[in-house]
């Protein structure tokens, strides 16, 4: 048992994987822009090589630096959950970097060490974007194990402009007593305490780190750069109480955002939005060169996608189809679908309904509002979700740091949550659903006595983005990675 459970911290399920099956194409398309993925081995100090990929745009923009976001994968993960970060990040001009840590994927090493020896890994990355012109602003982006070893490296590097923490532990020992109940091992309490002294020598033996010196609550309050904090509410690996403790300590600018599901399941759709948004204002990439450039920016807009084989055609040409039906319904109210002739191949039809965006531009104001009589108030709820999420579109840290209710139950969306910029928009938040002001009864009544109703917004806006979703499912069902769960 005490052997399972040591085995469990410094050894879990290598991920064992196929880098051209599971990552992104060594060059691929994503929303009519064209991205390479570099692969490349790093040595740590202890002499392991570290696989690395690096997505960049291709080419790489002449004289002028991008910032990049490190993704830091989980104790049982790998490079290949970098995948999500990729598909959020490179349409706002930040490049993505992953890697296996040591003991990890592709890797060498023989065990992991939650955090410990893995903020050593971060540190060659780092040293290596450093010394990359190519590259400005350094960002982290951790899941679990990788939450921590952001943490800790970044209390001891304040140069790093912001961090993403999923899912971060407080205190491995606390952890590990926690699991105890959690796991329902019949013991008494002495008795565990005892187990894990003994765990303790065990794994500083092996894996040569204590695992007292994983403390997040003693490394937080030494922390100062900008952090968003994300937890599931059915996290039973790792229970939410961890980030609030992490959070509550930590020194720098912060939000938390809690949303539905367990510690491996998909993040929410307003989770990614929150996320784009907050690395947008701490990084401050370039703006989008105009042949790309739209007024209302979203990073999972459609574009020239790269069709792989083996799609099933019939059905993109059904979702394309109900693309263009919603289109005709946004910008005008006649009620007659456009017919779709297959003598075009889907790419056609791809970069004929490219613009998503200048569908809900129809309704839109320049200054972001709805063209509308009534007062509007822009949230996104998806499905199955309780908290509420301002879209806003956001220029600064500050816009960002007043977004104080975000992903929060006992707070009301703020007004401030909308900021604008004259130069450049980023709407990285969908608008899915948008609440109206209660209307006049006589307007009511008059709409009720007309013999055509025009569909609601949002109706339209509701069908749009659930076939948008559906396409780009559809599309991207080649490049999908299953996340192994912890044990």
């Known amino acids: 048992m005490i052997e399972q459970f040591i085995n469990f911290v410094i050894r879990p399920p290598r991920a064992d994987y196929n ?19 570099q692969d490349m081995e790093l040595r740590n100090g202890r002499g392991h090589t570290l696989q690395c990929s690096h997505y960049v745009p291709s080419p790489f923009p002449e004289d002028t630096p991008l910032p990049c976001v490190i993704y830091c994968h989980g104790n049982s993960g790998c490079r290949a959950d970098a995948n999500e970060a990729a598909v959020i990040l490179l349409p706002s001009n930040i490049t993505v970097f992953t890697l296996d840590f040591s003991g990890s994927g592709l890797s060498d090493g023989d065990y992991v060490s939650l955090g410990w020896h893995e903020k050593e890994d971060l540190k060659v990355v780092v040293s290596y974007l450093r010394s990359n012109k190519q590259i400005s602003r350094v960002g982290l982006w951790g899941r679990s194990m990788g939450a921590v070893t952001g943490l800790l490296y970044g209390a001891e590097d304040p140069s790093i402009a912001g961090m993403v923490l999923d899912s971060a532990f407080s205190n491995l020992f606390d952890l590990m007593m926690e699991l105890v109940d959690v796991y329902k091992i019949r013991l008494p309490k002495f008795t565990v305490k005892v187990a894990v002294q003994y765990m303790r020598w065990v794994i ?10 994983l403390n997040c609550i003693q490394v937080a309050p030494k922390t100062f750069f900008p952090a968003l904090f994300g937890h599931a509410k059915d996290d039973k690996f790792i229970q939410p109480h961890h980030s609030d403790l992490i959070f509550k300590s930590y020194a720098g600018d912060k939000n938390i955002i809690k949303f539905d599901g367990d510690h491996n399941s998909s993040r929410p759709q307003f989770y990614y939005d929150s996320v784009s948004i907050f690395f947008y204002n701490v990084l401050h990439p370039p703006q989008v060169s105009s042949a790309y450039s739209s007024k209302l920016e979203k990073y999972y807009d459609l574009g020239d996608l790269k069709i792989g084989a083996g799609m099933d055609e019939s059905l993109l040409y059904e979702i394309i189809a109900g693309l263009q039906t919603v289109g005709t319904d946004a910008a005008s109210s ?3 679908p456009p017919s779709l002739v297959h003598t075009k191949s889907v790419c056609e039809f791809l970069s004929d309904i490219a613009p998503v965006t200048s569908v809900i531009g129809s309704v839109i104001n320049e200054d972001g509002t709805l063209n509308d009589d009534n007062p509007s108030q822009l949230q996104d709820k998806p499905i199955g979700q309780n908290e509420e999420c301002c879209s806003y579109t956001s220029s600064n840290r500050e816009s960002w ?10 707070n009301e969306p703020s007004a401030d949550c909308v900021a604008s910029n004259n130069s450049h928009q980023v709407l990285a938040t969908p608008l899915r659903n948008i609440q109206r002001m209660p209307a006049d009864p006589s307007k009511e009544e008059k709409k009720k006595a007309s013999t055509v109703a025009k569909k609601p ?13 559906r396409l780009r499912l559809c599309i991207l069902k080649r490049v999908n990675h299953r996340r192994h769960r912890s044990s």
């Open 401 to 410: 740091g007043r977004c104080s209710s975000l992903g929060s139950e006992d």
């Open 204 to 213: 500083q033996k092996k894996a040569k780190f204590d695992i007292m010196d």
């Open 334 to 336: 006649s009620s007659a």
């Open 457 to 469: 917004k949002r109706e339209r806006f509701e069908q749009l983005e659930a076939l948008s979703q």
């Open 19 to 37: 880098p051209d099956q599971y990552l992104w194409e060594k060059e691929f398309t994503l929303a009519g822009r064209k991205y390479k993925r």
